[in-house]
């Protein structure tokens, strides 16, 4: 008999930088950034003097901004004790923040202020700990997209151009709907960090065009829109989350209606790998064509990806693109793909196959060099060994970042500090009421 539930252990590696965005942000009121590092608090909770707790309610009524982000610089050592999370920045974003500080509200030609581009894409992260982690739902729907297109190889059926055509359509490939799809025989628990710290940095997500276009006469392939500041989790960390994959094999127990096509991981494995292997190589070759992507980099993934073919080949391992700022083209079904492409100001937008600018991960806003594509991951599917090829891979991109252990112990410290001098003023003011004084 076949057991009702079939579990696997899966294991994710980050191949390049993902942001799963979690709708929040990094307020420029609520961090500072010292040294390379962002370190964030909580307002409400910063143990202020009298003359600070003063002024800052007074620059707060006036409402200034600009003069309330130049106050958290001054009096950074007070911020950086009260700091609980500690993320490093990349060199631009630094001198962006730096440059910006205790300038008045400026309004840009896109309506945008200054100190509103020191807000920050915050990861999705657990509240219990603050550790970003990988909903399975991403890897889940990056499966089911890869599974459709398998099933759509070699249908005939009429083009969705809508919504409800597209999931009439959905429907009758997985020969279910909502509540009898086989997608709903596969449960994918959220993928957990397996260590206390995950390398995490701020990095500006930059839009490009893919094809060069006359901007004032010159062709160029710069996007012009402004760059975002977003916290992603960094690659080169060798199974740094851990989830549980289930398989629900019913049986006789099968509901009235319910798709007879049945999911198994080995297969999604294999339709992962076919969607998203030759939507990897387009991507590099575009990236080579126009000069953007850091080529060592490039030349040591597509190493990585040949070293561990034969775990690919065997479905042992798969290769997904998770999270905010991966190509459309890359979460869609070919040929179907209906991509909102909008249109310069007061022209509708249009629709097409493929995306016409790519967002890349960019350590500073200028250069167009040296950058590096979003959300590529690898999973792998109960791994009964190490794997040294792709632990290697790891150690080497994990070269040179810095210490991020050292630097919590040195807040904690600083937050002692902090708190003893509080206490000692505490205690001073104590003992002056309770000296007479020569009125009385």
């Known amino acids: ?7 696997a252990k899966l294991v994710l590696t980050p191949l390049a930088p993902i942001h799963l965005s979690t709708g929040e942000d990094f307020e420029p009121t609520n961090y500072v950034i010292h040294e390379s590092v962002l370190h964030a608090f909580d307002l409400a909770r910063v143990r202020l003097s009298p003359e600070q707790g003063r002024e800052l309610l007074q620059l707060a009524s006036e409402g200034n901004l600009g003069r309330i982000h130049g106050f958290l610089r001054r009096h950074r050592t007070v911020f950086l004790g009260a700091s ?12 962006k923040y730096v440059d910006s500080l205790g300038k008045a509200v400026q309004v840009e030609s896109d309506g945008k202020s200054v100190l509103n ?18 909903p399975g739902s991403g890897v889940k729907g990056a499966m089911r997209t890869a599974w459709l297109e398998a099933l759509n190889k070699n249908r005939k059926d009429p083009k969705p151009v809508n919504a409800r055509e597209a999931s009439a359509w959905e429907n009758q490939v997985l020969q279910g709907s909502f509540h009898t799809s086989p997608l709903r025989l596969l449960k994918l628990a959220d993928f957990m960090p397996d260590s206390a710290d995950i390398d995490r940095k701020i990095v500006f997500a930059r ?16 996007g012009r829109g402004p760059s975002t500041r977003v916290e992603v989790i960094l690659p080169g960390q060798y199974r740094a989350f851990i989830s549980e994959g289930v398989i629900i094999d019913p049986g006789t127990r099968v509901q009235s209606g319910m798709s ?17 292997k030759k939507r990897f190589e387009k991507e590099v070759a575009m990236l080579r064509k126009n000069g953007y992507g850091d080529e060592p980099w490039l030349q ?25 700022y991966g190509d459309a083209e890359t979460k869609t079904v070919a040929p179907l793909a209906q991509i909102r492409i909008m249109g310069a100001r007061g022209q509708p937008p249009r629709f097409q196959a493929e995306s016409t ?8 806003d200028e250069s167009k060099r040296g950058l590096l594509p979003f959300g590529w991951a690898l999973v792998e599917i109960d791994p009964q060994e190490d794997c040294p090829v792709l632990r290697a891979w790891c150690e080497r991109e994990r070269q040179d970042r810095p210490d991020m252990g050292a630097v919590r112990e040195k807040m904690s410290r600083e937050r002692e500090r902090i708190y003893a001098e509080h206490a000692r003023f505490g205690a001073g003011r104590m003992e002056a009421a309770a000296v007479p004084s020569q009125r009385d």
Not at 1 to 7: Q, T
Not at 84 to 95: L, R
Request: proline content about 7%; aromatic content about 8%; overall charge positive.
């Open 260 to 276: 007879p096509i049945r999911p198994d991981l080995s297969s999604l494995a294999r339709h992962c790998n076919n969607y998203s």
């Open 1 to 7: 008999m076949k057991p009702f539930l079939n579990a």
């Open 357 to 364: 600018t790519v967002w890349l991960a960019a350590e500073d």
């Open 300 to 324: 040591r993934l597509e190493q990585l990806l040949s070293d561990i073919r034969g775990r690919l080949d065997s479905n042992r391992a798969f290769l997904v693109r998770l999270g905010r």
């Open 117 to 134: 581009r020191n807000f920050i894409q915050r990861a999705i992260f657990c509240a219990a700990d603050g550790l970003p982690y990988v």
């Open 84 to 95: 609980h999370i500690h993320i490093p920045v990349s060199d631009g974003v630094q001198k």
């Open 207 to 222: 839009n490009f065009k893919k094809n060069p276009v006359p901007v004032k006469g010159t062709l160029t392939a710069q």
